[in-house]
Nanobody, 127 residues
């Protein structure tokens, strides 16, 4: 089992920045890929960004060029640097991890391909 804990959410003005962290514990070797998803009120959960242990990355079009996903060298913590934030980025952000070693990083854009989830952290961007 892998436990995930997100931190770093909060309230920020439009144009500002936040950095989210996701700390993994337990059998962290199972966290081959880590990803961020988000869910705004009344909307379905959507993919934000993913990164594999080999540091391949993928982003949703809506955040490309503004958000950066990374992992520490121990591969136990994932980060999401969010710059140029917009009010439409307001959501609960969830960290996810997958033990599955897919040849296509695109597969990690689907929530069903992740085994482990954090409890979420609120990000609110005011206009």
């Amino acid at each position: 089992q892998v436990q995930l804990v997100e931190t770093g959410g909060g309230l920020v003005q439009a144009g500002g920045s936040l950095r989210l962290s996701c700390a993994a514990s337990g059998r962290t070797s199972n966290a081959y890929a880590m990803a961020w998803f988000r869910q705004a009120p009344g909307k379905i959960r959507e993919f934000v960004a993913a990164i594999t242990q080999s540091t391949n990355t993928r982003y949703a079009d809506s955040v490309k060029g503004r958000f950066t996903i990374s992992r520490d060298s121990a591969q136990t913590t994932a980060y999401l640097q969010m710059d140029s934030l917009k009010p439409e980025d307001t959501a609960i952000y969830y960290c996810a991890a997958s033990h599955w070693r897919s040849a296509s990083i695109g597969d990690y854009g689907q929530a069903r391909n992740h085994d482990y989830w954090g409890q979420g952290t609120q990000v609110t961007v005011s206009s």
